[in-house]
């Protein structure tokens, strides 16, 4: 989801807008503008979906946190695990 999770749900938005207000055909049992009301609440149901997922995955603004972790091997073959974490 995420960025182009938002994307399509604009697109889907869109089109849905587009089948509402502009097409006017009827068809028998089938009517354009009902489809395109769902479309339209499917597409602000994917958008706000994907903003969230895009909001948890970003992570907060400005944290400087980073953790490092390191294998070190001595000459005689000797291995020793380093884990390193800074603000």
């Known amino acids: 989801m995420g960025l ?10 869109g089109i849905g807008a587009i089948m ?3 097409i006017t055909y009827q068809g028998h049992g089938f009517r354009m503008s009902t489809v395109g009301v769902i479309l339209m609440v499917l597409g602000v149901f994917g958008f706000v ?18 953790s490092l972790d ?13 884990h390193e974490q800074t603000k």
Request: proline fraction near 2%; glycine fraction near 14%; avoid cysteine.
């Open 20 to 22: 509402y207000w502009a």
């Open 4 to 13: 182009p999770g938002m994307v399509l749900s604009a697109l889907v938005t």
């Open 49 to 66: 979906a994907s903003s969230i997922v895009f909001g948890v995955s970003r992570g907060s603004v400005g944290s400087s946190r980073h």
């Open 70 to 82: 390191r294998v070190v091997t001595d000459g005689s073959g000797n291995t020793s695990s380093v």
